[in-house]
């Protein structure tokens, strides 16, 4: 459910994506990433089949990282018709995110 984008597969997995994608810059090291992991893999379960949600290591894909100017993580960016139309810093509650995710597919 949860899909692991590298700088590789950016274009297809979320640029070309047909649904809104969220994608989770994160990295190993990071405790309050750890923390927000079971709230990635709820909402990714809880909305199958109408968002996409992804995974970028923040370690492995430096170029993707710098791109969209992630300073701290976790960062949550919410994507729609390939651009970004929303971000979350930091560990984000589950009702916070299901909000944000809602909100995408409105529009």
């Known amino acids: 459910m949860i899909v692991e984008i590298n700088?590789?597969?950016?274009e297809t997995e979320v640029t070309r994506?047909?649904?809104?994608?969220?994608?989770?810059?994160?990295?190993?090291?990071?405790g309050p990433c750890r923390s927000m992991a079971p709230v990635i893999q709820q909402?990714?379960?809880e909305f199958v089949?109408?968002?996409?949600?992804g995974k970028v290591n923040v370690d492995q894909n430096q170029a993707l990282t710098a791109r969209f100017g992630i300073k701290g993580i976790p960062t949550l960016l919410f994507f729609r018709d390939g651009q970004?139309?929303?971000?979350?810093?930091g560990f984000?509650?589950?009702?916070?995110?299901?909000e944000k995710i809602n909100a995408l597919l409105k529009k």
């Open 7 to 10: 700088e590789k597969t950016f």
């Open 17 to 30: 994506s047909e649904q809104p994608v969220v994608v989770d810059f994160w990295a190993e090291w990071c």
């Open 43 to 45: 909402v990714a379960a």
């Open 49 to 53: 089949g109408q968002v996409k949600v």
């Open 84 to 89: 970004v139309v929303d971000q979350e810093v």
């Open 92 to 98: 984000t509650p589950r009702g916070v995110v299901v």
